[in-house]
């Protein structure tokens, strides 16, 4: 199975900004909606945002809402994620995934997941 590659992860401080960017080599992404998800230590993962497929809508979990900004580019098979103003609660591995068509057309919740996890990225924000 194609498994997603996530990298643009680092450390910054509060306030500071970071882009990740995710690519699956081997699928074709525009087959889907796509989404971001994290896991913090000792937490379960939980979504962040999505994409539909179309691109027309864009969905957010509320903590991230006005600061994260999800975009795909279907040209380039990839799916990114600006997180600005970034809080030490945003502190985790994220993830990106292929959900189904029929995702993200009025909630980041409750997505599908079509793509084995990759490796991800770890985002640390220090205050």
């Known amino acids: 199975q194609v498994r997603p590659v996530e990298t643009g992860g680092g450390a910054v401080q509060a306030g500071g900004s970071l882009r990740l960017s995710c690519t699956a080599p081997?699928?074709?992404?525009?087959?889907?909606?796509l989404a971001w998800f994290r896991q913090a230590p000792g937490k379960e993962r939980e979504e962040v945002s999505c994409?539909?497929?179309?691109?027309?809508?864009?969905h957010y979990v509320d903590s991230v809402k006005g600061r994260f900004t999800i975009s795909r580019d279907n040209d380039k098979n990839t799916v990114d994620l600006q997180m600005n103003d970034l809080k030490p609660e945003d502190t985790a591995m994220y993830y990106c995934?292929?959900?189904?068509?029929?995702?993200?057309?009025?909630?980041?919740?409750?997505?599908?997941?079509?793509?084995?996890w990759g490796q991800g990225t770890q985002v640390t924000v220090s205050s």
């Open positions: 081997g699928l074709t992404l525009d087959d889907f909606a």
């Open positions: 994409i539909s497929f179309t691109g027309r809508s864009t």
């Open positions: 995934a292929a959900v189904t068509r029929s995702d993200c057309k009025t909630t980041v919740r409750g997505l599908h997941v079509m793509t084995p």
